[in-house]
């Protein structure tokens, strides 16, 4: 039968031929590097309400494929019955498997509603008013996997993230533009340092954060600008580029970057120069470029909404960065590095460690899909670390930052007095490894900061913004972070 009369499966048992094979499988091969097999699986379009939709397939080869209307998705349906985020189709060492995410009109394999059920052959999925076909294919892809389970400071055992590693390590001595997408919290600030780590560039890893930075002062943060170039312009100041000098630029969010701004970063790439706002001379730079987004950047270049030559600029190596929910096998590996930290950090303060989480605890947080990822799954650590299991995954009642209302927190008491050590360091975090310590002051600096913006302010989050120079929205995130309540609007 061809393969429009075929008749697909819907919960088939004990799966024939192509269907006995392993969906992912790692082989070890003594000599040269570890490989990765994956199955192909292929997405049909049955019946959509959009008939121009109906018949066309999408083929992958990843740990996760998305449906739903959003037009982030790996597989967006024009149905207005489809949530926008509906159904996840995840690969295993046993087999496909179906998630629904939380839609609100179900997911359907025949007349049974399902929440995750796993697939043995083709099976036909209702979503809405639409109806997809599953294929799991004989045909496989292969990639290399890295020996090591960690790179920089990112730590994965799973073969999702050491086919992630595998893939840094080969570009991380190149001066190759790297574009790493991958969802909010999944660690792409992480990837960008170790790639400048491993590259043997001699300057600054400088971090810009296009989304967090007003629309008006953007060009200034990236290519600096001219003492009086514009109001408030007192002093002359580098901007990240050419901080970044002979070393490596990360743009986080580059996707937030408006349209013109989007034209200026061009011109920058392109000519290895920036010029300073107020200035009339360009000055070369030496900049290794890694960006970041949360978005599917080719998406926002059909949209419109980012220049394609830009993308094509910085797409020169494109690395995905997994998400948590589809490396369920690191979160030991990553909560025991999560405790180690705070313990190191507790015991620079002169606080008792904490309890560990045991095996009862890891496996309720491996039936949690941790939509903020790592960065959630340290929230969620930490905050156990005080509050006690009791605080579920996702539990709206208690703030990620929660725990820095107790009486201990997990990084010491602020306002306990602390010894000083050469140029006013406080010696505790001397006792720490250089990125924690880096971490734990930014932290302390941030929240202090916070905290005395908006007193100044008279607790107005708006006009204390403008007085920072942030973006309100920025400001806003870290107050949530640190738990802090402003008093106006």
């Given at each position: 039968?061809?393969?429009?009369?075929?008749?697909?499966?819907?919960?088939?048992?004990?799966?024939?031929?192509?269907?006995?094979?392993?969906?992912?499988?790692?082989?070890?091969?003594?000599?040269?590097?570890?490989?990765?097999?994956?199955?192909?699986?292929?997405?049909?379009?049955?019946?959509?309400?959009?008939?121009?939709?109906?018949?066309?397939?999408?083929?992958?080869?990843?740990?996760?494929?998305?449906?739903?209307?959003?037009?982030?998705?790996?597989?967006?349906?024009?149905?207005?019955?489809?949530?926008?985020?509906?159904?996840?189709?995840?690969?295993?060492?046993?087999?496909?498997?179906?998630?629904?995410?939380?839609?609100?009109?179900?997911?359907?394999?025949?007349?049974?509603?399902?929440?995750?059920?796993?697939?043995?052959?083709?099976?036909?999925?209702?979503?809405?008013?639409?109806?997809?076909?599953?294929?799991?294919?004989?045909?496989?892809?292969?990639?290399?996997?890295?020996?090591?389970?960690?790179?920089?400071?990112?730590?994965?055992?799973?073969?999702?993230?050491?086919?992630?590693?595998?893939?840094?390590?080969?570009?991380?001595?190149?001066?190759?533009?790297?574009?790493?997408?991958?969802?909010?919290?999944?660690?792409?600030?992480?990837?960008?340092?170790?790639?400048?780590?491993?590259?043997?560039?001699?300057?600054?890893?400088?971090?810009?954060?296009?989304?967090?930075?007003?629309?008006?002062?953007?060009?200034?943060?990236?290519?600096?600008?001219?003492?009086?170039?514009?109001?408030?312009?007192?002093?002359?100041?580098?901007?990240?580029?050419?901080?970044?000098?002979?070393?490596?630029?990360?743009?986080?969010?580059?996707?937030?970057?408006?349209?013109?701004?989007?034209?200026?970063?061009?011109?920058?790439?392109?000519?290895?120069?920036?010029?300073?706002?107020?200035?009339?001379?360009a000055r070369s730079v030496d900049v290794r470029i890694v960006a970041a987004t949360n978005r599917s950047l080719?998406?926002?270049?059909?949209?419109?909404?980012?220049?394609?030559?830009?993308?094509?600029?910085?797409?020169?190596?494109?690395?995905?960065?997994?998400?948590?929910?589809?490396?369920?096998?690191?979160?030991?590996?990553?909560?025991?590095?999560?405790?180690?930290?705070?313990?190191?950090?507790?015991?620079?303060?002169?606080?008792?460690?904490?309890?560990?989480?045991?095996?009862?605890?890891?496996?309720?947080?491996?039936?949690?899909?941790?939509?903020?990822?790592?960065?959630?799954?340290?929230?969620?650590?930490?905050?156990?670390?005080?509050?006690?299991?009791?605080?579920?995954?996702?539990?709206?009642?208690?703030?990620?930052?929660?725990?820095?209302?107790?009486?201990?927190?997990?990084?010491?008491?602020?306002?306990?007095?602390?010894?000083?050590?050469?140029?006013?360091?406080?010696?505790?975090?001397?006792?720490?490894?250089?990125?924690?310590?880096?971490?734990?002051?930014?932290?302390?600096?941030?929240?202090?900061?916070?905290?005395a913006i908006l007193a100044q302010s008279g607790g107005n989050?708006?006009?204390?913004?403008?007085?920072?120079?942030?973006?309100?929205?920025?400001?806003?995130?870290?107050?949530?972070?640190?738990?802090?309540?402003?008093?106006?609007?």
């Open positions: 039968m061809s393969e429009g009369e075929s008749k697909p499966k819907l919960l088939g048992s004990a799966p024939s031929g192509a269907g006995r094979r392993p969906v992912t499988e790692v082989i070890d091969a003594s000599s040269g590097p570890s490989l990765r097999r994956i199955r192909k699986l292929r997405v049909v379009i049955v019946d959509s309400p959009e008939a121009r939709d109906n018949g066309s397939a999408h083929v992958f080869a990843q740990d996760e494929v998305r449906i739903g209307s959003s037009p982030d998705v790996d597989v967006t349906l024009r149905d207005p019955a489809v949530s926008r985020e509906h159904l996840a189709v995840r690969l295993g060492p046993h087999g496909f498997s179906l998630t629904d995410v939380g839609s609100t009109n179900g997911t359907f394999v025949g007349d049974l509603r399902v929440e995750r059920v796993a697939i043995a052959e083709d099976t036909l999925v209702r979503l809405g008013n639409s109806v997809v076909r599953l294929e799991p294919l004989a045909e496989t892809v292969e990639q290399e996997l890295s020996p090591r389970a960690r790179f920089g400071r990112m730590l994965g055992a799973s073969p999702a993230m050491r086919e992630m590693f595998a893939l840094l390590e080969r570009v991380a001595a190149s001066d190759l533009t790297v574009l790493l997408e991958g969802e909010t919290g999944t660690g792409k600030e992480l990837a960008a340092e170790g790639l400048h780590e491993a590259s043997g560039r001699s300057g600054s890893f400088v971090a810009v954060n296009c989304g967090a930075i007003p629309r008006e002062l953007l060009e200034s943060e990236l290519f600096g600008h001219e003492k009086g170039a514009f109001t408030g312009a007192v002093r002359e100041r580098p901007g990240a580029f050419v901080s970044a000098d002979r070393g490596t630029i990360f743009l986080d969010e580059v996707g937030e970057l408006p349209l013109d701004m989007q034209a200026k970063l061009l011109r920058a790439l392109e000519r290895r120069e920036v010029k300073a706002v107020g200035s009339d001379r080719a998406r926002e270049v059909q949209a419109g909404r980012f220049r394609q030559d830009l993308y094509y600029r910085l797409a020169v190596v494109v690395v995905r960065v997994p998400p948590l929910r589809t490396r369920l096998e690191d979160l030991r590996l990553i909560v025991d590095h999560i405790q180690d930290e705070l313990a190191r950090r507790r015991a620079a303060s002169g606080l008792p460690p904490c309890a560990r989480l045991d095996e009862t605890a890891i496996s309720m947080l491996s039936r949690y899909d941790f939509p903020g990822n790592v960065r959630e799954l340290r929230n969620i650590v930490e905050r156990w670390a005080v509050l006690g299991a009791f605080a579920a995954p996702g539990e709206p009642a208690v703030s990620p930052r929660a725990e820095s209302k107790s009486p201990e927190p997990a990084a010491g008491p602020a306002d306990a007095p602390r010894e000083q050590g050469p140029q006013g360091v406080d010696t505790s975090l001397l006792k720490l490894p250089y990125h924690e310590a880096k971490d734990a002051w930014t932290e302390r600096f941030e929240r202090a900061y916070v905290e989050v708006s006009r204390a913004a403008r007085e920072a120079g942030v973006d309100r929205r920025h400001l806003q995130r870290l107050m949530v972070r640190f738990g802090i309540k402003a008093t106006s609007e």
